[in-house]
C-alpha cells in the first residue's frame, strides 16, 4: 500500500514529510486495533524512521507532579538505559519527561515522541532535527487533523496510543487515583509489563500488578521483548 506524505510547515531548515499509516500497511501497530480502550485508528501520522516501530519499545508515562527522589533516580534510569537495545516511546510532555527526553537524545536512545495534536503545522524543535536526520527519532501522533493545542482529553488518548504500541510500559511514578495510574490499569488489562520506581511506596501500584525497575532487565512475557533489554548502571 502507498504511503501517503504530506510537506511539512513551519520545520524550518529540515524539510521532512508527514506519513499517513494506514491499517493494512505493514508498519501499522497491530495493537491498536486490537487492545481494549484504543480506538481503533484509521491511520496516524509520522515523521522519520518507521523502522523505529520494529525495535523494544519501552512506553513512559508518569504524573505532572512526581517527588524528588522519584525525579532523581528517573534521571539516573535515563542515563543507564542502553542506547542498543531498546526504544524509548511517550508524550514526553512533563518537565521531568522532557528532561529525560534530552538525556536521551544527547546518549542517541532512540526514542518516538507521541504529541497529543495534529503533526501537521508543527514546528520540530531544533534539537529534534538532527536524530531526525540520523534515523534515531520518530515523532508519531494518532490526530490526523484536529485542536493544535493540548488538552487533558487529548493527552489521555496520546497516553493509550503509548502504552498500545509499547510492549512494556514503565511509570515512574503514578498519582492515587490519577491519569498515569488509569493509563497503568489498562495497561494490566491489555497484559503488558508493567514497572515502576520506589514499588514500595505506591501501594495503588502493586494493587494493579506493577513490578519494581530491576526486573524489567528479565522480563520476556511480552511478544518480542527480549531479555536484558536494559543495561543499567551499577550501584
Not at 508524550?91 to 544527547?106: K, N, T, V
Not at 532512540?110 to 532535527?129: F, S
Not at 488538552?151 to 489521555?156: N, P, R
Not at 497503568?184 to 509489563?193: I, Q, Y
Request: with cysteine; charged share 20%; net charge positive.
Amino acid at each position: 500500500m502507498a504511503l501517503r506524505k504530506k510537506p511539512i510547515r513551519g520545520a524550518g531548515h529540515l524539510r521532512e514529510r508527514i506519513t499517513i499509516i494506514r491499517p493494512g500497511n505493514p508498519r501499522y501497530p497491530p495493537a491498536l486495533a486490537v487492545h481494549r480502550g484504543v480506538e481503533t485508528l484509521p491511520a496516524f501520522a509520522a515523521i522519520g524512521s518507521l523502522e523505529i516501530l520494529e525495535g523494544n519499545l519501552i512506553g513512559l508515562v508518569c504524573s505532572g507532579r512526581c517527588p524528588g527522589p522519584v525525579i532523581l533516580e528517573m534521571y539516573g534510569l535515563a542515563t543507564s538505559i542502553s542506547a542498543d537495545r531498546c526504544v524509548v516511546v511517550g508524550g514526553f510532555h512533563s518537565p521531568m519527561e522532557r528532561q529525560c527526553l534530552e538525556i536521551f537524545l544527547a546518549r542517541h536512545v532512540p526514542v518516538i515522541v507521541c504529541p497529543a495534536r495534529p503533526l501537521e503545522g508543527m514546528r520540530i524543535p531544533v534539537p529534534w532535527q538532527q536524530p531526525l536526520r540520523e534515523d534515531r527519532l520518530l515523532i508519531a501522533s494518532p490526530y490526523l487533523k484536529g485542536n493544535r493545542r493540548t488538552t487533558k482529553a487529548t493527552a489521555s488518548h496520546r497516553n493509550r496510543f503509548v502504552a498500545a504500541i509499547a510492549k512494556v510500559l514503565l511509570i515512574p511514578y503514578a498519582q492515587p487515583g490519577g491519569v498515569a495510574e488509569a493509563i497503568g490499569r489498562l495497561a494490566a488489562c491489555w497484559g503488558k509489563g508493567l514497572f515502576t520506581l520506589r514499588l514500595e511506596e505506591q501501594p495503588w501500584m502493586q494493587a494493579v500488578g506493577a513490578r519494581p525497575i530491576a526486573e524489567l532487565g528479565e522480563f520476556d512475557r511480552c511478544s518480542g521483548f527480549k531479555r536484558e533489554t536494559l543495561v543499567l548502571t551499577p550501584e
